[in-house]
């Protein structure tokens, strides 16, 4: 009777797992590769989304204020105040009570009966004091988000305090305040390509 020789299939056997082995961690490396390599791509995407395609020049469509009605109890001891904004030397800036659109910011001036008038009012995201014209009196950015991220600017119009919808104004899928550069930025789609131009305000008063 012929008996088989069984010597070297431990050998054998080990052999096949370590190859199943190596062949495991390669594709783990293929796999791992790929998704550095889609991960650097989404990245450049991002850090492109901001890269300038160039200028837009507009003159910002001007409405009257729809002010948000003032909080009860707020605190002026606590408020901010800020020096030549909206054509006031004193303006006291408030933060109200946050709800879905945003923070509630207030600002007021303080009249002669030391009584307190409010300037304008909005729900944002974030706001700032900014001054656009370059006149030496700031106006006001806010960050507001609705369906898109937008801006609206509040200035002196005429005398009076109005706000402007940037969105509107530069026909834009979405615009944005960039803070720490103090620029305006417009997001426009073309031909599906997605743009970005800084936006140069002209101002009339």
Do not use: W
Request: glycine share 6%; hydrophobic share 40%; proline share 2%.
């Amino acid at each position: 009777m012929k008996v088989g020789n069984n010597a070297g299939q431990p050998e054998f056997i080990l052999f096949r797992k370590k190859r199943s082995l190596l062949i495991a961690i390669l594709i783990l490396v293929i796999l791992i590769s790929i998704l550095m390599v889609y991960e650097d791509s989404l990245f450049g995407k991002q850090q492109n989304k901001n890269e300038i395609t160039e200028a837009m020049e507009i003159t910002p469509l001007f409405h009257p204020v729809d002010n948000i009605e003032p909080e009860e109890g707020l605190d002026f001891s606590n408020a901010e105040i800020l020096n030549n904004v909206l054509n006031h030397e004193n303006v006291y800036k408030i933060k109200g009570s946050s709800a879905a659109l945003g923070t509630a910011y207030y600002y007021f001036v303080k009249k002669t009966d030391d009584s307190y008038e409010l300037l304008c009012s909005t729900y944002a995201m974030s706001i700032n004091e900014v001054d656009i014209d370059g006149d030496g009196m700031a106006e006001i950015a806010a960050d507001v988000y609705s369906v898109s991220p937008n801006v609206y600017i509040y200035a002196i119009q005429n005398g009076n305090v109005a706000y402007a919808d940037l969105q509107e104004s530069a026909r834009a899928d979405y615009v944005e305040f960039d803070a720490q550069a103090g620029v305006f930025l417009s997001h426009i789609k073309v031909n599906g390509e997605d743009r970005t131009y800084l936006l140069n305000l002209v101002m009339n008063n």
